[in-house]
């Protein structure tokens, strides 16, 4: 079971970006999902999360400008960002929380999606 995910890149301040998190694998179902981030020199912080029965958490930093969404049939997550400001610029990582087909609940992390930010 792995998470890939993508859809960082440069953009403008002001502009948006749609980061996706997909899950492949042995996968009977997605518990929860989270988006994180790691600016150059900073320690890893909170995003966003969305639980399997749609509630969300976002952080002070995002609430208004960020979205988490997931596409269950295609075990994808989703963090629309729009209004993106110089410090967005950071590394994403998302997680989830997994249950196995094999009935084992697991936490796996993506690889990391950067994000830059232009002023």
């Not at 179902?29 to 890893?44: C, T």
């Not at 209004?83 to 796996?108: F, G, H, M």
């Amino acid at each position: 079971v792995q998470l890939q995910a993508y859809g960082g890149g440069l953009v403008k301040a002001g502009g948006s970006l749609r980061l996706s998190c997909a899950a492949s694998g042995s996968i009977a179902s997605i518990n929860f999902m989270g988006w994180y981030r790691q600016a150059p020199g900073k320690a890893r912080e909170l995003v966003a999360t969305l639980t399997r029965q749609s509630s969300t958490n976002y952080a002070d930093y995002v609430k208004g400008r960020f979205t988490i969404s997931r596409d269950n049939a295609k075990n994808t997550g989703y963090l629309q960002m729009n209004s993106l400001k110089p410090e967005d610029t950071a590394v994403y990582y998302c997680n989830a929380q997994v249950r196995t087909t094999q009935a084992v609940s697991i936490v796996i992390w993506g690889q990391g999606t950067e994000v830059t930010v232009s002023s």
